[in-house]
């Protein structure tokens, strides 16, 4: 029986490390969204592990008036070679009209081409929490970052 379960143990350690992701060190580009989100957004990541991240992103809009700021743990997957997926929370600030705090989720795909371009479509669900938000909004983006 322990060598049953010996040889599942590496079995099953193979395989998650074959499909653990290794994430770019840094990446920093555009997030351009829709639905209730600002618009365009300065976005940056930064890797905490082989599969985690940090994604910090700040929206400005209105004629600089109005602010968003973003900030999502994230964990990535592997699909296939250079398509991943991932999945993460958070919670942000936000200026439109009057302050406001909100919680947010995210899931989205991306794809790392061989060049240190990443491209990604994300969706994000947001929930205020007081001020400037009120119940769920749905912000849906396409992005393009530089790794380095």
């Known amino acids: 029986m322990k060598k049953v379960l ?3 143990g590496i079995v099953l350690a193979a395989t998650l490390s074959t499909n653990a992701q290794d994430v770019s060190s840094n990446a920093i580009g555009l997030r351009l969204s ?14 905490l592990s082989g599969n985690n991240r940090l994604e910090v992103d700040l929206g400005l809009g209105n004629d600089f008036s109005d602010f968003k700021a973003t900030g999502l743990y994230q964990w990535v997957w592997n ?38 371009i990443l491209i990604s479509l ?15 909004n749905s912000d849906a983006a396409f992005s393009v970052r530089y790794q380095f």
């Not at 994300?122 to 769920?136: A, F, Q």
Request: proline share 3%; hydrophobic share 35%; net charge negative.
């Open 79 to 116: 699909l296939e070679d250079k398509f991943n997926w991932y999945a993460g929370f958070g919670a942000g600030l936000i200026s439109y009209g009057q302050t406001g705090i909100f919680g947010a989720g995210v899931i989205g795909i991306e794809y790392n081409f061989n060049a240190p």
């Open 122 to 136: 994300d969706y994000r669900p947001e929930i205020g929490i007081s001020g400037g938000l009120s119940g769920v």
């Open 6 to 8: 010996l040889v599942f």
């Open 34 to 47: 829709g639905g209730n989100g600002l618009g365009g957004e300065i976005t940056y990541q930064k890797a």
